[in-house]
């Protein structure tokens, strides 16, 4: 089972990227799909999620309005649109994926499998 992330890379701040994040090994049509990012020097951090069955998002506080979480299930993917970014938004971006959305889930701490991260730099 592999998670395969992409779509990082340098931008200036205000810009956007898309990041995707390949499932390959297993269905994950049923599975919470979700974005963490860890910055050089802070703790890891989430950013997005996406239920399997409902759809249901979440979002951390500081990308509401800009970031979009989304899946396409008939190629067992999931999607981070980012739109107006900034500097602080600097990180390697790693996409997730659990069996179940939970209390914990914001954490980081259940999720099954875990992508290889893609660095995103946004210049100011």
């Known amino acids: 089972v592999q998670l395969q992330a992409s779509g990082g890379g340098l931008v200036q701040a205000g810009g956007s990227l898309r990041l995707s994040c390949a499932a390959s090994?297993?269905?994950?049509?049923?599975?919470?799909m979700a974005w963490f990012r860890q910055a050089a020097g802070k703790e890891r951090e989430f950013v997005a999620a996406?239920?399997?069955?409902?759809?249901?998002?979440y979002y951390a506080d500081f990308v509401k309005g800009r970031f979009t979480i989304s899946r396409d299930n008939a190629k067992n993917a999931v999607y981070l649109q980012m739109n107006s970014l900034k500097p602080e938004d600097t990180a390697v971006y790693y996409c997730?994926?659990?069996?179940?959305?939970?209390?914990?889930?914001?954490?980081?701490?259940?999720?099954?499998?875990w992508g290889q991260g893609t660095l995103v730099t946004v210049s100011s």
């Open positions: 997730a994926a659990d069996r179940y959305w939970r209390g914990s889930s914001y954490y980081g701490t259940e999720y099954d499998y």
């Open positions: 090994g297993r269905t994950f049509t049923n599975y919470v």
């Open positions: 996406i239920r399997g069955s409902v759809w249901s998002t």
